[in-house]
C-alpha cells in the first residue's frame, strides 16, 4: 500500500512537472499568404525552429493572397495580429505611417543578424526612421515568354515596345484569334505601362511631395491610350474576354496552360508556378526586357518581395526576432525554406544555397534576377504606386473601357481625378 502511494505520489509529481514546463512554454503566432510549396517549406522550417528552442512553441496561420491583406487589417485594427508576420511592402503607409505600426527590428539586432542584409534593402523596410520590415527577397516585374508558343508562332522574343506591338497581329494570323503574344491583368498592365512612361519622360508616376500624380493630363491619357493600343493589336487579350473564364489565379485559367497566353510581365519571385502549371512539354524562358532607345533608366517596379514583421503589440517580440533571425540566417531554417519565398537576401543564406546547389543560374527566378541587377534603376518607385485602391480604381477604368461605357478619354480623365483624391488622403 505504502509503495502504491509513494508511486502515485511521483506520477502526480512527474505530471505536474510537465504542466508547469508546458503552462511557461511560450508561444508565437506566425501568418503568411502563399501556395502549397510556400506553406509546406514555412511549417517544416518552424519545426526546425521549435527543436532548436523547445521552450517557444509557434502557431502557424497561413492563407493564399486573396483575402490575407483583409483578414491582416481585421487583425491589426483588433490589435490581435500575429507575432511574425510576412508583410507586403505597400502595406508600410497603411498600417505604419510614421513607423510606429510595428516594432522596430533594429531593437532586436541582439538575436537578429541586421549584417547578413543590404543596407538599401533595409531601407526599403524602413518608415520615419524604424525598421519596420526585413526584406526577405528583392524582386521587379520582367518579361518571361512560353518559348513553344513563341515558336509556333515563327517570331523571336520583342526587344523594343514596337517589337511586342507588332506580334499580336502575327500572333492572331498564325495561331488564331485565341493566341495572344502577352497577358496581363491590371496590376500587371499599370506596372508595365509606367515602365514605358519612365524610360520616355524619366519620371515617376506618384509625386509624393505634392501627393498626386506626376503626369500631366496628355501623359495621363497616353498611359491609358497604351493599353488600349495593346488590346487593338491583340497583344493582350481585354479585361473583359479574361473575366469570361471566371475567377482564378491566371497560372490556374485553361489558356495559360494550354499555352494560348504565352508570355507575361511578371515578378521574378513567382514565375516559377507559373512554369510549373504549364502543359508539358511547355516551358517558360525569360524574354528581354523592352527598352527605348536612349532610355537610362528601365523603369524598374524593383521593390521587396515580401517582409517579416513584429506585431507592435506582441509580448514577445525577442523570441519573434530569433524566429525571423532562424528562418532567414540559420541554416536549418533556411535550408528548410529553399527558394520558397524568392532568391534569399541574406548574405549567409545566398551563398550556402548557391554552393548546395538549390541556386541555379538556370532558374527561371534567378535568371530574372540577374537581369534585374544589371538593368538602370535610378528612379524609386513610391509605395503609394501599390494602393489597393489606386489599383483597384485603375482596373475599375479599363473594365469600363472593355465594356464600352467609358472612352480611354474619360477614363485616363476620372483615373486622375479620383486617384489624386486618393493620394491627398494617403499620403501623410
Known sequence: MKIRTIALFVGLASAGSMMSINASAEELRMSWWGGNSRHTATNDAVKEFEKVYPEISVKTEYTGWGGHLERLTT??????????????????????????????????????????????????????????????????RVFYYNKDTWAKAGLPYPVTWDDLMKAGPVFKEKLGDEYFPLMLE???IIAMNRSFMVQKYGIPMIDEASKKFAYSDEQMLEFFKMYEDMVNNHVTPSSKYV??????????????????????????????????????????????????KGADDAGLFYKPALMLSIGKNSKNPEGA?????FLLNEPAGYNAMGLARGVPLSLAARRALSLDGTIKDDDLS????????????????????????ILGLFEEMIEKMDQGSMTVEQAAKEFMSQGNRILRRAIK
Open 366 to 389: 534567378v535568371a530574372g534576377l540577374a537581369q534585374i541587377d544589371d538593368l538602370p534603376k535610378k528612379l524609386i518607385t513610391s509605395p503609394h504606386f501599390e494602393n489597393p485602391k
Open 75 to 140: 487583425q491589426i485594427a483588433g490589435n490581435t495580429e500575429p507575432d511574425v508576420m510576412q508583410t507586403n511592402w505597400n502595406w508600410m503607409p497603411i498600417f505604419s505611417a510614421r513607423g510606429d505600426g510595428f516594432k522596430d527590428l533594429r531593437e532586436y539586432s541582439g538575436v537578429l543578424d541586421l549584417t547578413q542584409f543590404d543596407q538599401s534593402a533595409l531601407e526599403a523596410g524602413t518608415n520615419n526612421g524604424k525598421l519596420n520590415g526585413i526584406p526577405v527577397s528583392m524582386t521587379a
Open 186 to 188: 491590371g496590376r500587371d
Open 243 to 292: 473575366a469570361s473564364f471566371g475567377k482564378a489565379n491566371l497560372y490556374e485559367h485553361k489558356p495559360w496552360i494550354n499555352g494560348e497566353w504565352a508570355g507575361v510581365y511578371m515578378w521574378n519571385s513567382a514565375i516559377n508556378k507559373y512554369n510549373d502549371n504549364l502543359r508539358p512539354p511547355q516551358s517558360m524562358e525569360l524574354g528581354f526586357y523592352l527598352m527605348q
Open 321 to 325: 526576432a530569433k524566429l525571423i533571425n
